[in-house]
């Protein structure tokens, strides 16, 4: 690669490249893992470790398996009545493949953030109050409190304090998607995954998006999908490269997007394909 | 292919679709027309004094006082038809024997003809059918009750090898000479002063029961019927209905024993509706014996059978077209499979189940197949709800049916056919209305 654009690429770094990241501890992990769709395996015997507090972004061309690996972290696979997994997926020391795991107590703690924006036909307050009210959290103070903090830590709160009442579906789409970040943010999970998450918004919302990111980053460890390589290198600490279900690189962002180890991941990221 | 052909095609099928929906709109004209003027004819009519007479005798509806006096008005104008048969008797018996016999049977046929014009003789024991008690209530009923003291009616067969010929011949040839030749003259002139008809607007039509096999009164056993027949198939079908189409929707997992079991469905939307009717009789009434006799339980029972397809079928596309986002949204949040339903799926899917059962409950209120052998019987009195168990009421279509053919007085019950046909239309459509409202309202709410 040129030095040119080694520099070029180097300025956008989220400036949190020289720590060593393998010295924090580990949030999950996966063993072997594999995803099959009936007899297809579309995630393929990956090894890949996500460090607490930092953001791992995954990039690969389309049905590279990335967001078939994203969703097998909160068992959203399961939905899907032909998907199955094999391997281990180790959360906090524990394979969430086990048969006798609570799904529904493992998505409290694992939150998610969707492609497109999903916010419940229902007002504001009752979008952010749906997960701590699943968590029998019933006592109307403490309810706003919680409304109230997920919007600031969200950055909406001075948008949205007047019209907490009024339909989520009213908001514009950037809105909405950092409504559907405050909504997973009121469940106190410990993960973050987000979807491709700013694909389907224009570029003012999508740098909203990335600069909650950063500002999220250390309180919760996220993993991020995304099509766009500028974004993985702007708000990423670790890059994990798929291609055809296979990790094919894994590390530091700095060093996947300037010294690649692999001639796939040079050539993906230097746009010779996907 | 060329722009012209393009055009072309586009110009033809938009015409043909025109077409189709002109022809449309003609049917449902033609349909709606006699059904709203006739029905409504049911309400609002010209009732003579005679109707007013009946109201208060039957429910002491009215200002007696005027009664009185409308009473008084047609007795004086009635009084000359009396004196003239009164005089025509007493002609008739210083007549010879032999003169008197042609009089006989048409004079019989005039006095039978006024008794159902203007009601049995003031003086003259009550006869036992109320139908006898009084004259014609409508004004409608009075032109033709007048025609028939005025004409008799006779066939010709004189031309032979031919069908006979109907022949109107005024009854007042019969009399030419007597006393009674004035009757008819009279009669003719004065039936204004003589029935009285005013303008009413009966609109307890709706509420009264039938008097007499619904020679006289209303329709309100009948409606009674139909809501609690629609309301109890309701009760039935669309909790079970609701939740068998979430179990399809979210629990089921697609095999060989769902896919049965949606073929068992759509199979069971197409059986026709007297099937369910002989279906319920064998089943709750003979079978486990919901009732001793029919009963609005047992057609409940029927009819929420027959619409109980329709609700899966509506509830199921209804729940399939909630945005696939929403579950997982909610799942992602640590829901679980109930909750999401309770919380997220069934709101949203709300006005498209609303929709699929207002609909079927327009199609309940309107099947008679499934009632015919469970609930129905064609003359009864208003029940209370918990009669509704046991005890079998009339309903509004089968009456419908009944009274159109095998009342014994068909001619004489047109405007309650009418009026019953048009009542169960506007419920049907009045349903219709209800559930595009409430659809328009709460998927408003939803959108935001």
Redesign the interface.
């Known amino acids: 690669m040129s030095e040119a654009i080694q520099m070029k690429r180097a300025d956008r770094f989220a400036g949190h490249g020289e720590e060593d990241f393998s010295l924090r501890p580990a949030h999950v992990k996966t063993e072997e893992f594999s995803v099959f769709y009936g007899g297809f395996e579309a995630v393929k015997k990956v090894n890949c470790t996500f460090h607490e507090g930092l953001v791992t972004a995954m990039i690969g061309p389309s049905g590279c398996g990335k967001s078939t690996l994203l969703r097998a972290i909160n068992r959203m696979n399961d939905l899907i009545p032909s998907c199955r997994a094999g391997g281990k997926m180790i959360f906090q020391g524990e394979d969430i493949y086990r048969k006798d795991i609570d799904v529904v107590s493992l998505r409290m703690r694992v939150g998610m953030v969707f492609q497109k924006p999903n916010v419940f036909p229902k007002s504001i307050y009752d979008n952010i109050a749906y997960g701590p009210r699943l968590q029998g959290i019933k006592n109307r103070n403490q309810l706003d409190e919680l409304v109230e903090s997920s919007l600031k830590q969200a950055a909406i709160w001075d948008e949205v304090k007047d019209r907490l009442e009024s339909n989520a579906l009213g908001m514009s789409g950037g809105q909405q998607q950092r409504l559907c970040l405050a909504r997973a943010l009121a469940v106190k999970p410990e993960i973050l995954l987000m979807d491709e998450p700013t694909s389907a918004l224009d570029p003012k919302a999508t740098a909203k998006i990335e600069d909650l990111i950063g500002q999220l980053r250390g309180q919760y460890t996220i993993i991020i999908v995304t099509h766009n390589m500028q974004q993985a290198a702007r708000v990423s600490d670790l890059t994990a490269f798929l291609y055809e279900g296979t990790l094919v690189e894994f590390g530091a962002t700095r060093q996947i997007f300037t010294k690649p180890l692999e001639k796939q991941t040079e050539d993906y990221i230097t746009g010779r394909f996907g | 292919m060329r722009l012209g052909t393009r055009r072309l095609l586009d110009r033809a099928f938009s015409s043909l679709g025109l077409i189709a929906i002109g022809l449309m709109a003609l049917v449902l004209i033609v349909i709606l027309t006699p059904i709203v003027s006739k029905g409504t004819g049911a309400f609002v009519f010209r009732a003579t004094v005679e109707h007013r007479k009946l109201m208060f005798d039957q429910w002491s509806r009215g200002n007696p006082e005027k009664l009185e006096k409308d009473k008084e008005a047609a007795v004086a104008a009635r009084a000359p038809v009396y004196q003239m048969l009164a005089d025509f008797d007493a002609e008739l018996k210083a007549m010879p024997r032999a003169d008197r016999a042609p009089y006989k049977q048409p004079l019989r046929d005039v006095e039978k003809a006024l008794n159902e014009l203007l009601g049995p003789e003031p003086g003259t024991r009550t006869p036992v059918l109320m139908r006898q008690q009084y004259g014609a209530t409508r004004w409608d009923r009075t032109q033709v009750k007048l025609q028939n003291v005025l004409y008799s009616e006779e066939w010709d067969y004189s031309k032979t090898g031919e069908l006979g010929v109907k022949v109107m011949r005024p009854r007042v040839e019969d009399f030419k000479g007597t006393k009674l030749e004035p009757l008819f003259g009279y009669v003719k002139a004065n039936i204004d002063p003589m029935m009285r008809p005013r303008w009413t607007f009966y609109w307890q039509f709706l509420f009264d029961t039938s008097k007499d096999s619904h020679i006289f009164g209303g329709i309100g056993p009948e409606v009674l019927g139909t809501i609690y027949l629609t309301l109890g198939a309701m009760l039935f079908a669309v909790p079970m209905g609701v939740i068998a189409a979430i179990y399809l929707c979210e629990y089921a997992?697609?095999g060989r024993v769902i896919s049965f079991l949606r073929i068992c469905i759509s199979t069971l939307a197409g059986v026709p509706s007297i099937v369910f009717g002989l279906f319920g009789l064998a089943f709750f009434l003979n079978t486990i014996h919901v009732s001793d006799s029919k009963s609005v339980l047992a057609g409940s029972l029927t009819l929420s059978l027959l619409i109980l397809p329709t609700v899966i079928r509506a509830s199921e596309e209804a729940i399939l077209a909630v945005?696939r986002?929403?579950?997982?949204?909610?799942?992602?949040?640590?829901?679980?499979r109930w909750?999401t339903v309770m919380?997220?799926i069934l709101?949203?899917a709300l006005p498209g189940i609303l929709t699929g059962t207002v609909i079927s409950m327009g199609r309940a209120a309107g099947e008679t197949a499934p009632i015919i052998f469970t609930a129905a019987v064609s003359v009864g009195r208003p029940l209370l709800p918990l009669e509704a168990l046991s005890q079998p009421t009339p309903a509004l279509p089968w009456n419908i049916y009944n009274l159109c053919t095998e009342h014994e007085a068909v001619d004489e019950i047109r405007h309650v056919q009418y009026g019953m046909v048009f009542t169960l239309v506007a419920v049907v459509l009045l349903l219709n209305v209800f559930a595009i409202v409430m659809r328009a309202r709460i998927s408003k709410?939803?959108?935001?």
């Open positions: 997992r697609e945005p986002a929403y579950k997982e949204a909610a799942l992602s949040l640590g829901s679980g909750h919380t997220v709101p949203a709410k939803l959108r935001g």
